[in-house]
């Protein structure tokens, strides 16, 4: 437990008028007598509390009961908290014990003027992925202890295999979960699909010496299927997507460039899966200027989509 939350304790037991002293944080907490003196000093010293030991009591109270620790009033604060309880709940871990722990915690630590903001505050994705809550537990402990995980993980085409990895980085991609871990079967770095790995369980191993994360090895190319970029693609917006696409971040390396017609997107590109996908999300708005071979593949997939719809079955 933080000195933090040691502190709101005390404080809130003297609120309720129950002249707190010293061996209620160290029973409360199984903490040291010493270290819960010290909280007392830090609550009084630091957060300048208005305390007084009233000995009849054998505890604290404030000489001025109009006394507020710095953090428990503050709007700002309390919405940068439901936020993150929000954007946890709607990124799929709301089953989480931990989650609901901490939303217990915040119920407590705000008055009743300011928990609205809980009940008024709304944070929709779509196309969330919820995850198997003993899959994210392995991986959090993995982490933690730094420990290989033992994955049973599904591909694309639908085999099934058993992997140790060791995980390096936790993403949220688009609504959707994924492990950057180094796998002991690859001997290299995977990117996992956490919706895919049916099982995960803490190995005893280890994780092997000289494993590191290396940021740079997310950050090369657009979207979430990483490596070496193979070509910069240059998409021309029109209309209305110009304004939108103007105001969004797609790669850190982006350039955007104003032209007559909109603006000129230019973005690194490692696979074209995703960027193909961002294109046609934008209809006739969106043309890719260059390079031929991203041009050939999403007019081929506007082929195929336009015949799905021209065939003498739909005409009838």
């Given amino acids: 437990m933080s000195v933090l939350e040691r502190v709101f304790f005390f404080h809130q037991e003297i609120l309720h008028s129950n002249y707190p002293n010293s061996r209620d944080i160290a029973e409360q907490f199984e903490v040291s007598l010493p270290t819960a003196k010290r909280d007392i000093v830090y609550l009084r010293d630091r957060l300048l509390a208005p305390l007084t030991f009233n000995p009849q009591q054998n505890g604290y109270y404030y000489e001025n009961e109009d006394f507020h620790l710095p953090f428990e009033e503050s709007p700002r604060i309390v ?24 939303e217990q915690r915040l119920l407590k630590m705000i008055t009743s003027d300011y928990s609205k903001i809980v009940d008024t505050l709304q944070v929709q994705w779509i196309e969330v992925e919820s995850i198997g809550r003993k899959v994210f537990e392995a991986v959090f402990e993995a982490v933690i202890k730094n420990k290989l995980v ?53 190995s005893a191993e280890p994780v092997p010496t000289g494993i590191h994360f290396d940021q740079e090895k997310l950050d090369r190319s657009f979207g979430i299927f990483q490596g070496e970029p193979r070509y910069h693609a240059e998409i021309l917006f029109t209309s209305t997507a110009a304004e939108l696409v103007s105001n969004q971040h ?67």
Avoid at 80 to 94: D, N, Q, T, V, Y
Avoid at 281 to 309: C, D, N, T, W
Wanted: positive net charge; aromatic residues 8%.
């Fill in 150 to 202: 033992s994955i049973r993980y599904k591909s694309v085409d639908g085999n099934e295999n058993n992997r140790d990895v060791a995980p390096l980085q936790i993403i949220n991609y688009q609504g959707r979960w994924y492990l950057f871990a180094f796998c002991t079967l690859r001997q290299a770095d995977r990117l996992f699909h956490m919706g895919r790995i049916g099982h995960a369980q803490l």
């Fill in 79 to 102: 919405f940068l908290l439901a936020m993150l309880g929000k954007l946890a709940e709607e990124a799929g871990l709301g089953k989480l014990k931990e989650v609901k722990q901490l």
């Fill in 250 to 316: 797609w790669h850190k390396d982006q350039q955007l460039k104003n032209v007559d017609q909109g603006i000129i997107l230019r973005v690194p590109v490692s696979d074209a899966r995703e960027i193909v996908m961002k294109i046609l999300q934008y209809g006739q708005m969106a043309k890719v200027i260059s390079p031929p071979e991203l041009v050939h593949r999403v007019a081929k997939e506007i082929s195929a989509m336009a015949a799905r719809y021209n065939t003498e079955e739909d005409k009838n």
